[in-house]
């Protein structure tokens, strides 16, 4: 099993502890999940997959839920969509 | 492009923590084709959330493998959004969606915590008390960051635990009960001994860890991440700078499956007879959708919702001592941790209340039920379909819930779809006839 | 049992109820509205708040597009919750037929004034990259637009209770005539005139009514900026709204300003119950799927249905009862009650004032004898 996972977080290459979810991945990179619908800058709050706030793009596909979701290698998230 | 299966099963069961697991290896045990079917990726729910460093508690070990063993079928990743007809439910998950039949269905969807809003609660780094924790279970690194626990209820203790295990520093806890209302609780838990020596565990943990009562969070502060958070104590307010603030005002059951299938629901939570049956004949209930009671009570209930639908009514009835006293427990909870009415006081007029659609307390105020809030503000009609501002509006403004409609969680068109026309329904056995006559 | 007096008692406070609000608060005349739930709560709050031409007879032609113009004269003053957006319709011809459809509209609407576009397969797949290719053409309306209409009613009410009208909400009324409004509860209000404003449900206040239920589900997505520019319906929308017995359904999407995309439309008649009937929402859900197969991967976030109020030939009732010289209809405006409210109102104003209507009312008048008319 390895130990760390590498993926890219708005373009920027990260390397992550393996087994870390997208929502980590984005926290690492220091950066917020998502923008609210007035402009806010919103990330993870339940942990759990029902608030929605840590939605980002995985692979292509928007509005994942990124705090359910285990970092694939070369996996490439995009915030703010 | 999404595939679409069809599965049957005698038992199904929807949720995968400490209920569910115990339903399903029981009914398993029993020879009946079983099937726990979860949004996370792993079994144990929120309470036995799968740490990506560490082992699991021993009796969550157990459990699994006792679930294991028993051959149940495991649909991780995947969430209930629609019931295609009495009797078959419909399942998405990442590239799929399922069409799962049952005869016997039991509902085991916990529960998920309530959050009230105040100043700079959306700020990124506020974060549930359990939502912190499973974010650090996940991998996120805590360790040397200064986390305020706040909010209510027994979570706080068990996450301010957790957190400092590993390794963050906790200026303070704040729980919004009273003194008397936790000595009331104190006393409730020496009718309960793992959870007295639990509870008397996590005191010694927490020893260097300030626990303050009658407090609570006034405002989060910071530019785009948190930077500190204002506490009320006794009436002075105390600004603590810190990196996280781990905020939760216990725990609200998830019902909307149950809601959606039509089970009669009271008080917020699904009505269950003594042997956990639902209003809906072929539909079981265990854990905290029945009230909120706690790890040991959902294993209980999910034993006995097993042992009913696999028809051996004596071993339900062995365990309803138990239960009965796990559930004097959890009345005692229900008390100990009620909100308290300033807690209605902290939002501003400008504070957001509904996050996905940015709806303001102001905006919120000027009307008179869910209902209308709902049409005009559109609070509740984002992604989380009301999940966390239903129960905020609730205790804020007195309102009462709507009912539920499909999809009961987002759903690909896809999926909804590709529905089946009507299949020829199966004769349904009266499994339970026999054993509630004498009702 | 108090007896309340006024010009005017409007009973519905949907967009139709709050439209005539204004207009005969502004016009001076003491209003009362009375709506048994919350404003814009019935098929407002249901519908997809479109403002469009149609041109199923001149008639719907006449009132479609007056009514439009006064949406657009309307708009620099409705608040941001509203959402007015000018987005445009295209109506998408997927076969030759349907492109012939096309040519005889684009003929139809010019010759009245209305700017149309022709759109060949090249340019309607510009416009609206997300169609299935292989689409034969179609006729963008680019004044159509769309909005939000349980803000819109509130407006409107508020802006008649700003020049003097009443609400009372949450009030059921079992009874109306003779210039009295028996409510449930057995209070009793006077007005000169009552304006029967309940949609579907008018039949139970005026009897004998040639109003039906025509069930319609919904459903709209997460938000996905950029995927959908224009409204787009297609032609066969046609022959589903023409249909009077079965049900069906017909691609009719539509952008909201959030960036959601809202999913229509089916029509049925004889449903009485709210729930969403999966079969219709299947077969609603794959007519677009087919239009635009893209739309399969995006996230539905809610659905729903409503209740339209038909009448035989497809044309409102506006005007007075032929029952009972007090009432006055303003019902029955199927799938366009939205862009058709505020001309309703102005012309239901001037009948009762005996001011000049801007347009014939002859044809919404209650009093017509209402049959199938056969698109022209």
């Given at each position: 099993?390895?130990e760390?996972?590498?993926?890219?977080?708005?373009?920027?290459?990260?390397?992550?502890?393996?087994g870390?979810?997208?929502?980590v991945?984005?926290?690492?990179?220091?950066v917020?999940?998502?923008?609210?619908?007035?402009?806010?800058?919103r990330?993870?709050?339940?942990?759990?997959?029902v608030?929605?706030?840590?939605?980002?793009?995985?692979?292509?596909?928007?509005?994942?839920?990124?705090?359910?979701?285990?970092?694939?290698a070369?996996?490439?998230?995009?915030?703010?969509? | 492009?999404?595939?679409?299966?069809?599965?049957?099963?005698?038992v199904l069961?929807?949720?995968?923590?400490?209920?569910?697991?115990?339903?399903?290896?029981t009914?398993?045990?029993?020879?009946?084709?079983?099937?726990v079917v979860?949004?996370?990726?792993?079994?144990?729910?929120?309470?036995w959330?799968?740490?990506?460093q560490a082992?699991?508690?021993?009796?969550?070990?157990?459990?699994?493998s006792?679930?294991?063993?028993a051959?149940?079928?495991?649909l991780?990743?995947?969430?209930?959004?629609?019931?295609?007809?009495?009797?078959i439910?419909?399942?998405e998950?990442?590239?799929?969606?399922?069409?799962?039949?049952?005869?016997?269905?039991?509902?085991?969807?916990?529960?998920?915590?309530?959050?009230?809003?105040?100043?700079?609660?959306?700020?990124?780094n506020?974060?549930?008390?359990?939502?912190?924790q499973?974010?650090?279970?996940?991998g996120?690194?805590?360790?040397g960051?200064?986390v305020?626990?706040?909010?209510?209820?027994?979570?706080?203790?068990?996450?301010?635990?957790y957190?400092?295990?590993?390794?963050?520093?906790?200026?303070?806890?704040?729980?919004?009960?009273s003194?008397v209302?936790?000595?009331?609780?104190?006393?409730a838990?020496?009718g309960?001994?793992?959870?007295?020596r639990?509870?008397?565990?996590?005191?010694?943990?927490?020893?260097?860890v300030?626990?303050?009562?009658d407090s609570?969070?006034?405002?989060?502060?910071?530019?785009?991440?948190?930077?500190s958070?204002l506490?009320?104590?006794?009436?002075?307010?105390?600004?603590?700078?810190?990196?996280y603030l781990?905020c939760?005002f216990?725990?609200?059951?998830?019902?909307?499956?149950?809601?959606?299938i039509?089970?009669?629901?009271?008080?917020?939570?699904?009505?269950v007879?003594?042997?956990?049956?639902?209003?809906?004949?072929?539909?079981?209930c265990?854990?905290e959708?029945?009230g909120?009671?706690?790890?040991?009570?959902?294993?209980?209930?999910?034993?006995?919702a097993?042992?009913?639908?696999?028809?051996?009514?004596?071993d339900?009835?062995?365990?309803?001592?138990?239960?009965?006293?796990?559930?004097?427990?959890?009345?005692a909870?229900?008390?100990?941790f009620?909100l308290?009415?300033?807690l209605?006081?902290?939002?501003l007029?400008?504070t957001?209340?509904?996050r996905?659609?940015?709806?303001?307390?102001?905006?919120?105020?000027?009307?008179?039920?869910?209902?209308?809030?709902?049409?005009?503000t559109?609070?509740?009609?984002?992604?989380?379909?009301?999940?966390?501002?239903?129960?905020a509006?609730?205790?804020?403004f007195?309102?009462?819930p709507d009912?539920?409609?499909?999809?009961?969680?987002?759903a690909?068109?896809?999926?909804l779809?590709?529905?089946?026309?009507h299949?020829?329904?199966?004769p349904?056995?009266?499994?339970?006839?026999?054993?509630?006559?004498?009702? | 049992?108090?007896?309340a007096?006024?010009?005017?008692?409007?009973v519905?406070?949907?967009?139709v109820?709050?439209?005539?609000?204004?207009?005969?608060?502004?016009?001076?005349?003491?209003?009362v509205?009375?709506?048994?739930?919350?404003?814009?709560?019935?098929?407002?709050?249901?519908?997809?708040?479109?403002?469009?031409?149609?041109?199923?007879?001149?008639?719907?032609?006449?009132?479609?597009?007056?009514?439009?113009?006064?949406?657009q004269?309307?708009?620099?003053?409705?608040?941001?919750?509203?959402e007015?957006?000018?987005?445009g319709?295209?109506?998408?011809?997927?076969?030759?037929?349907e492109?012939?459809?096309?040519?005889?509209?684009?003929?139809?609407y010019?010759?009245?004034?209305?700017p149309?576009?022709?759109l060949?397969?090249?340019k309607?797949?510009?416009?609206?990259?997300?169609?299935?290719?292989?689409?034969?053409?179609?006729?963008?309306?680019p004044?159509?637009g769309?909005?939000?209409?349980?803000?819109?009613a509130?407006?409107?009410?508020?802006?008649?209770?700003?020049?003097?009208?009443?609400?009372y909400p949450?009030?059921?009324?079992?009874?109306?005539?003779?210039?009295?409004?028996?409510?449930?509860?057995?209070?009793?209000?006077?007005?000169?005139?009552?304006?029967?404003?309940?949609?579907?449900?008018?039949?139970?206040?005026?009897a004998?009514?040639?109003?039906?239920?025509r069930?319609?589900?919904?459903?709209?997505?997460?938000?996905?900026?950029?995927f959908?520019?224009?409204?787009?319906?297609e032609?066969g929308?046609?022959?589903s709204a023409?249909?009077?017995?079965?049900?069906?359904?017909a691609?009719?999407v539509q952008p909201?300003?959030?960036?959601?995309?809202?999913?229509?439309?089916?029509?049925?008649?004889?449903?009485?119950?709210?729930?969403?009937?999966?079969?219709?929402?299947?077969?609603?859900?794959?007519?677009?799927?087919?239009?635009?197969p893209?739309?399969?991967?995006?996230?539905?976030?809610?659905t729903?249905?409503?209740?339209?109020?038909?009448?035989?030939?497809k044309?409102?009732?506006?005007?007075?009862?032929t029952?009972d010289?007090?009432?006055?209809?303003?019902?029955?405006?199927?799938?366009?009650g939205?862009t058709?409210?505020?001309?309703?109102a102005?012309?239901?104003?001037?009948?009762?004032?005996g001011?000049?209507?801007?347009?014939?009312?002859?044809?919404?008048?209650?009093?017509?004898?209402v049959?199938?008319?056969?698109?022209?």
């Amino acid at each position: 099993m390895p130990e760390t996972v590498e993926l890219t977080v708005n373009g920027t290459r990260l390397e992550v502890p393996f087994g870390s979810t997208v929502a980590v991945a984005v926290a690492i990179a220091g950066v917020a999940c998502r923008t609210s619908v007035t402009g806010e800058p919103r990330g993870p709050l339940c942990g759990m997959g029902v608030c929605f706030e840590c939605r980002v793009s995985i692979n292509g596909v928007p509005h994942s839920r990124s705090c359910q979701v285990v970092c694939a290698a070369d996996m490439e998230v995009i915030t703010d969509c | 492009m999404t595939r679409k299966a069809q599965k049957r099963f005698d038992v199904l069961v929807i949720g995968g923590g400490p209920a569910g697991m115990a339903a399903a290896a029981t009914t398993a045990e029993c020879g009946l084709r079983t099937a726990v079917v979860d949004d996370n990726l792993n079994l144990g729910g929120q309470i036995w959330r799968g740490d990506s460093q560490a082992s699991a508690p021993a009796d969550a070990a157990q459990w699994a493998s006792r679930v294991q063993s028993a051959g149940v079928t495991i649909l991780a990743g995947a969430r209930v959004v629609h019931q295609l007809e009495p009797g078959i439910l419909i399942a998405e998950t990442e590239n799929e969606v399922y069409e799962l039949a049952y005869s016997t269905l039991v509902l085991a969807t916990g529960a998920r915590e309530r959050f009230l809003p105040f100043p700079g609660w959306t700020l990124p780094n506020v974060m549930g008390a359990g939502g912190l924790q499973a974010m650090v279970k996940a991998g996120l690194p805590i360790r040397g960051k200064r986390v305020v626990v706040a909010g209510t209820g027994p979570l706080l203790l068990a996450a301010a635990s957790y957190l400092q295990k590993h390794g963050a520093e906790i200026p303070v806890v704040c729980e919004q009960a009273s003194w008397v209302d936790l000595a009331r609780f104190g006393l409730a838990l020496f009718g309960q001994s793992g959870k007295l020596r639990r509870s008397l565990q996590l005191k010694r943990e927490l020893a260097r860890v300030p626990f303050v009562v009658d407090s609570w969070p006034v405002g989060a502060h910071g530019q785009t991440v948190l930077e500190s958070v204002l506490i009320s104590r006794h009436g002075r307010v105390e600004t603590i700078p810190c990196d996280y603030l781990a905020c939760g005002f216990h725990l609200v059951p998830n019902i909307e499956l149950a809601q959606l299938i039509g089970c009669q629901i009271l008080n917020g939570c699904v009505r269950v007879d003594d042997l956990q049956q639902t209003s809906v004949p072929s539909v079981f209930c265990a854990g905290e959708p029945t009230g909120i009671g706690g790890l040991e009570l959902a294993l209980v209930e999910g034993q006995i919702a097993g042992f009913a639908v696999a028809n051996r009514p004596a071993d339900a009835q062995r365990l309803f001592g138990s239960r009965d006293k796990l559930r004097h427990f959890a009345r005692a909870l229900d008390r100990a941790f009620r909100l308290r009415c300033e807690l209605r006081r902290l939002p501003l007029p400008e504070t957001i209340v509904c996050r996905c659609e940015d709806v303001t307390h102001r905006k919120l105020s000027q009307h008179n039920s869910w209902r209308a809030a709902k049409l005009h503000t559109r609070c509740g009609m984002g992604p989380c379909q009301g999940r966390i501002c239903g129960p905020a509006t609730q205790f804020l403004f007195r309102w009462n819930p709507d009912s539920v409609r499909p999809p009961i969680f987002p759903a690909r068109v896809e999926s909804l779809a590709s529905m089946s026309p009507h299949l020829e329904p199966e004769p349904a056995e009266p499994i339970h006839s026999a054993m509630i006559g004498g009702q | 049992m108090s007896v309340a007096s006024y010009d005017v008692a409007i009973v519905g406070g949907g967009i139709v109820g709050a439209a005539c609000a204004d207009e005969f608060a502004r016009r001076g005349m003491r209003v009362v509205v009375v709506e048994r739930d919350v404003v814009g709560s019935g098929a407002t709050g249901a519908g997809m708040g479109h403002i469009v031409t149609m041109d199923d007879s001149d008639a719907q032609f006449a009132l479609t597009r007056y009514s439009q113009k006064l949406w657009q004269a309307l708009r620099p003053e409705l608040p941001e919750d509203v959402e007015y957006e000018q987005c445009g319709t295209v109506w998408v011809a997927a076969d030759d037929e349907e492109m012939h459809e096309v040519w005889r509209k684009q003929e139809y609407y010019s010759r009245r004034g209305v700017p149309v576009e022709v759109l060949d397969s090249a340019k309607l797949q510009a416009a609206e990259p997300n169609l299935r290719s292989g689409m034969v053409g179609g006729l963008l309306v680019p004044e159509d637009g769309v909005l939000y209409p349980p803000c819109a009613a509130r407006f409107l009410m508020e802006r008649a209770q700003a020049n003097g009208a009443k609400l009372y909400p949450g009030a059921s009324v079992s009874q109306i005539g003779q210039r009295r409004v028996r409510m449930s509860e057995g209070e009793e209000i006077g007005a000169d005139i009552i304006v029967n404003a309940t949609g579907s449900c008018s039949p139970s206040l005026t009897a004998g009514l040639e109003v039906r239920k025509r069930k319609g589900h919904l459903a709209i997505t997460e938000r996905y900026k950029g995927f959908l520019h224009h409204q787009l319906v297609e032609l066969g929308y046609l022959k589903s709204a023409h249909t009077l017995t079965t049900e069906s359904v017909a691609f009719n999407v539509q952008p909201r300003r959030t960036g959601q995309i809202l999913i229509g439309s089916s029509r049925q008649f004889g449903a009485e119950h709210k729930e969403v009937e999966n079969e219709i929402m299947v077969r609603m859900l794959q007519r677009a799927q087919q239009y635009m197969p893209q739309l399969g991967e995006l996230l539905i976030v809610r659905t729903w249905t409503g209740f339209r109020a038909a009448t035989p030939d497809k044309l409102p009732l506006i005007g007075p009862s032929t029952q009972d010289q007090s009432v006055f209809l303003a019902t029955g405006h199927e799938g366009l009650g939205i862009t058709t409210s505020l001309g309703t109102a102005r012309l239901l104003v001037d009948l009762v004032d005996g001011r000049e209507p801007a347009i014939p009312v002859e044809p919404y008048l209650p009093s017509r004898s209402v049959k199938e008319h056969a698109h022209a």
